[in-house]
């Protein structure tokens, strides 16, 4: 991602970066701002940047490190994050007041920057769940899908006869089967039958109900709606069988009888399911989906460098990892371009930006509504500010391929697909996919998880941690705090990463999250 000049800058950041009594990173000598990781007080002085502060400036926020007048271009990681709306002072907080988007040149520069990616010396290993037809599973569920919301609350009474924590007694003698999870939606009716959202839905349904990480699969409909059964599993090349049961609650017979069918059916299951058992596989078989969200200004400094460098690891293993949230690389993409491994890769990825601008168009709205109120609270105040930190996910490999919606992902190394930015849409379609894990990087405190498949979750600063440790998995504050670098959390982390995946459960598995974060893309027009 980042040019040799920002990749020093970055590995300077955690050796540690240049300070005087208060704290502040520099992440490029081209930058026009420094991040505080303190509070910085009026009258301050910067001796490493020969600045005396001017205002309030709260952690993890922009310092200016010299005079910028009205439109001029502001730099941090060597790139622009958008230009000056008012005259600012060095010394001033740069933020929402002062600080807007404009439109730039980027030099796309297609495959200009692709380079071979060396195999690891050493193959690293995983105890996974070796199916059938030889694709590797990191969890072994039972799964409740739904064609129609009108099937939801069935579908959600039939997971819960067999949660643990409310009937300890349904799974006991089942101990090698994760649970039984419904995923419902809110969708499947009152759409173009022939059009793109429901081929979206169709495709998504279609890559859980075959995914890995499932044994078996119910798909339940009420039986009038737009979404048929039949047709689902025709569009995704899917039929019954006896580990994809189908039916609806109209020719069940209501909602009690198709309770009753459902659960007699998961009993019917479960002693096939629990006969799985973990082997000896190489890493090579794991597929990450990439996510942020509640970032900060501290996201494209700590956590999400840290998570590139796992992903680094990962694909010279011969792994995958699914770079998504296409709004949130926006004003960034050219970073992207450049390491294309084909030029024909590259322009896919620009087709899909224009895709979004066309859509954002037509709908009213402007690609530039990111970052959230969160977000900007914890120091980020463009969406290209945010984007720049948010491709440090995708590590420096190749961009090997590029995907729509829960397409599913047949090339290995770094891909991408086209999802939005929310978390919940962009790693449902990352599952869909074929993404056997989460990892997902937070500033502000994510609570979230994904159901079939475990979501590590990376803090990036102590104070979080300190403050929702029972959320977090690692800490990725050390690099600010100067007590650790980025490759060596990267290599812990990628280590957690074969632990998780070898059955270790993260901490959003340990609170149940997952079913209710089920969320297809929906842009069908509802009739």
């Known amino acids: 991602m980042f040019s040799p000049t920002e990749e020093k800058a970055l590995t300077d950041v955690t050796s540690p970066p240049t300070r005087s009594h208060v704290r502040v990173i520099r992440l490029n000598v081209d930058d026009d701002v420094v991040i505080s990781l303190d509070q910085l007080v009026s009258g301050t002085r910067i001796e490493s940047e020969?600045?005396?502060?001017?205002?309030?400036?709260?952690?993890?926020?922009?310092?200016?490190?010299?005079?910028?007048?009205?439109?001029?271009?502001?730099?941090?990681?060597g790139q622009i994050i958008g230009f000056a709306s008012q005259p600012i002072r060095a010394g001033q907080h740069v933020h929402t007041h002062n600080l807007a988007m404009g439109d730039f040149t980027r030099d796309y520069a297609y495959s200009a920057e692709a380079k071979p990616t060396a195999l690891?010396?050493?193959?690293?290993?995983?105890?996974?769940i070796v199916r059938e037809d030889g694709r590797v599973a990191t969890r072994n569920y039972i799964g409740i899908l739904t064609s129609v919301n009108c099937s939801a609350t069935v579908a959600r009474a039939i997971s819960d006869h067999f949660r643990r924590d409310i009937h300890p007694e349904a799974l006991a003698e089942f101990p090698n089967v994760d649970g039984v999870v419904a995923l419902t939606h809110g969708s499947g009716c009152a759409v173009d039958p022939d059009g793109e959202g429901l081929a979206i839905l169709q495709r998504t349904l279609g890559g859980y109900a075959c995914h890995p990480n499932f044994w078996s699969v119910l798909v339940i409909g009420l039986g009038c709606e737009t979404n048929q059964i039949p047709k689902l599993l025709a569009t995704q090349g899917l039929s019954d069988n006896p580990r994809l049961r189908t039916f609806t609650i109209q020719d069940t017979g209501g909602t009690t009888k198709t309770i009753a069918q459902g659960i007699e059916l998961i009993r019917e299951m479960l002693p096939q399911a629990n006969q799985v058992k973990r082997e000896t596989v190489p890493a090579s078989h794991l597929t990450i989906g990439l996510q942020c969200g509640g970032s900060d200004g501290y996201s494209g400094i700590s956590a999400n460098p840290v998570l590139g460098a796992a992903v680094d690891l990962l694909v010279q293993q011969g792994g995958t990892a699914i770079l998504s949230?296409?709004?949130?690389?926006?004003?960034?993409?050219?970073?992207?371009?450049?390491?294309?491994?084909?030029?024909?890769?590259?322009?896919?990825?620009?087709?899909?930006?224009?895709?979004?601008?066309?859509?954002?168009?037509?709908?009213?709205?402007?690609?530039?509504n990111n970052p959230s109120a969160g977000n900007k609270a914890g120091g980020l105040t463009t969406v290209?500010?945010?984007?720049?930190?948010?491709?440090?996910?995708?590590?420096?490999?190749?961009?090997?391929?590029?995907?729509?919606?829960?397409?599913?992902?047949?090339?290995?190394?770094?891909?991408?697909?086209?999802?939005p930015g929310y978390d919940p849409i962009s790693a449902t379609g990352q599952v869909a996919g074929g993404a056997n894990m989460i990892c997902f990087t937070t500033g502000r405190g994510s609570a979230y998880g994904c159901a079939p498949s475990p979501s590590v979750k990376l803090a990036t600063n102590s104070a979080l941690m300190e403050r929702q440790s029972d959320d977090m998995d690692l800490n990725c504050g050390a690099v600010l705090d100067g007590t650790n670098t980025i490759q060596a959390l990267g290599a812990e982390l990628f280590q957690l990463l074969l632990d998780t995946a070898s059955g270790q459960r993260s901490r959003s598995e340990s609170h149940g999250y997952g079913q209710n974060e089920f969320v297809p893309w929906q842009i069908s027009v509802v009739t």
């Open 384 to 419: 290209l500010e945010k984007s720049l930190g948010g491709i440090a996910k995708g590590g420096s490999t190749n961009l090997n391929e590029v995907y729509e919606y829960a397409q599913p992902v047949r090339e290995r190394g770094l891909v991408f697909m086209d999802t």
């Open 120 to 128: 690891a010396p050493q193959v690293a290993t995983f105890q996974g």
């Open 50 to 77: 020969g600045v005396t502060v001017a205002g309030l400036i709260p952690p993890g926020h922009k310092m200016a490190t010299r005079a910028i007048e009205p439109g001029e271009a502001v730099r941090r990681y």
């Open 325 to 368: 949230e296409t709004p949130e690389i926006y004003g960034a993409e050219h970073l992207l371009t450049r390491r294309a491994s084909t030029p024909e890769i590259g322009r896919k990825l620009v087709d899909r930006i224009s895709w979004w601008e066309e859509y954002c168009a037509r709908n009213g709205a402007q690609m530039n």
